[in-house]
């Protein structure tokens, strides 16, 4: 079942914070964060482990509730080199089958 | 590290001709992935393979597609015939453990 991620879409000025979900109607042990650029691979943010941990990457940041069965990634003061699509990718157990929500669209403007 | 390599970066084909994909995977990673891009489903796994062994293959849409890895360095993508809904971008990607993965640049598939 693939995640589902909110917003599909959201425009910021640059300085200002979003936060954006993912969604799972199943168990999750880990959820990876990518983020990735039109026309380019993604690139790798972050993995959460079930644990309920929360991790910070400079001004990027995200967590994980399990009992929720749900992660959030946070940015705060977005520069414009944040501008990209967001994807989450969740897998259910100790394996490595990601399953991938559609992405988010951020767009950073001056 | 050249990180992964994928070949050819753009391929344009007519429908059932035989489409083959290749990657490169970064020294050193034990796992390989390939994946399927398009704007309707999004990203999804098609295979990925451990130590040159393929674990998990249920992504692969039938059998006209096909996946080998004869060595740590080396792997492809097979599409025979290949159809107008074939059309993507096709991603490799690898990791070590449960690492984070590196994707190659991607193949722009067009089947006309």
């Known amino acids: 079942q693939q995640p589902v991620q909110s917003p599909q879409a959201v425009i910021l000025r640059e300085g200002e914070d979003a936060v954006i979900n993912c969604s799972s109607s199943k168990a999750l042990y880990s959820v990876h964060w990518y983020r990735q650029k039109h026309g380019e691979a993604p690139v790798f943010l972050m993995i959460?482990?079930?644990g309920g941990e929360q991790k910070g990457h400079d001004k990027i940041s995200a967590s994980f509730n399990e009992k929720k069965q749900q992660s959030s990634l946070y940015l705060t003061a977005s520069q414009l080199s944040y501008s990209g699509t967001y994807f989450c990718?969740?897998?259910?157990?100790?394996?490595?089958?990601?399953?991938w929500g559609l992405g988010t669209s951020l767009a950073v403007n001056p | 590290d050249a990180g992964v390599i994928q070949s050819p970066r753009h391929e344009v084909t007519e429908m059932g001709q035989e489409v083959t994909l290749r990657c490169k995977p970064i020294?050193?990673?034990?796992?390989l992935f390939w994946y399927r891009q398009t704007m309707m489903r999004g990203l999804e796994l098609l295979i990925y393979?451990?130590?040159?062994?393929?674990?998990?293959d249920s992504g692969m849409p039938e059998d006209r597609f096909s996946a080998k890895m004869p060595n740590a360095s080396f792997s492809t993508l097979k599409i025979q015939p290949s159809e107008p809904r074939d059309s993507a971008v096709y991603f490799c990607a690898s990791s070590f453990l449960d690492n984070e993965q590196f994707f190659g640049p991607g193949t722009r598939l067009t089947v006309l």
């Open positions: 020294s050193g990673h034990d796992y």
């Open positions: 990718g969740t897998a259910a157990g100790n394996n490595r089958k990601l399953i």
């Open positions: 959460l482990l079930k």
């Open positions: 393979f451990n130590n040159n062994v393929p674990i998990d």
